[in-house]
């Protein structure tokens, strides 16, 4: 059984010396019990190791925080709802800057900019958590920027005043594709945008994607996306729009409906359109 560590805002039931000054540096993984308290998950994090669970229990966390430790994860404990609500007083609720970081299970709100963003990593997770708009004009649910293979699995994103999910500046990912999937976007400017990423593998699959003002998913800039599966309905005027600047895209297998124009191809190179279930649509969408 893993070593335990439980903290309530403040470092409780220190086990076998951790955070003891006279202590040596601990290397074992362990799981600390993070409970209700000022700055409670920021306390675990600073004590936190490669490798270490932080098990969040239910309640509200009135914080925002960076994780700059690798391979930790951040999960609910399971006994009840986890919301981490940054108050509007910063622009991310939770900001991961480094490698192999998992968050799970969390409810995340109250960023002037956004929830959650991974940021110049090469790896890591956000599965089944939600990001909700709590402060009028934040821009993004969650964020991968200029990142490698980050997978976004089971998440609801609503409320954003430019996506709900956003991809941008991916240039290679070492580890494996940036996959999103099975998410549910909604209530945002666009449910998805992909931008400015060229190079590794970018899939968007099986996503529920719905009442967007604008748009439900926009690629702009982007090249080698693989889009697919996904039901994308009642999203303004664009269901799966493919701007101009990008190419070699592949659209596949997709249910669109309810836009001006459900799928359009406004005029890259070498995008295929393929095996789609769609009504209206707007420039080549063949294969």
Known sequence: MRLRIAFFGVVLGLVAGVGSAQASPRHA???????????????????????????????????????????VTLTSAGDGPVTVDGACV??????VLADGVTIQ?????????????????????VIGSTATDSCAHSEYGINVYLSGSIVIRNNVTSGFGDAGLYI???????????VMQR??????????????????????VQNNVHDNTTAGIWLHNSDGVVVRGNTVTNDGADGIEVDPTSDDNTISFNTVSGHTYDLANEGGTANCFLSNVYTTSLGDITC
């Open 29 to 71: 993984a362990v799981v600390i019990d993070v409970f209700p308290g000022p700055k409670a998950i920021q306390n675990a994090l600073a004590q936190a190791v490669s490798g270490d669970t932080l098990s969040i229990h239910t309640g509200t966390y009135t914080e925002h925080f960076s994780v700059r430790t690798t391979n």
């Open 90 to 95: 910063n622009r991310w609720t939770i900001q």
């Open 105 to 125: 299970g969390l409810s995340l709100r109250g960023g002037t900019f956004g929830e959650l963003t991974f940021t110049r990593v090469k790896r890591g997770r």
């Open 168 to 178: 941008g500046s991916i240039t290679s990912t070492p580890f494996g594709a940036l």
């Open 183 to 204: 998410n549910e976007t909604f209530d945002n400017v666009r449910g998805v945008i992909i931008e400015d990423s060229a190079g590794g593998i970018i899939q968007a």
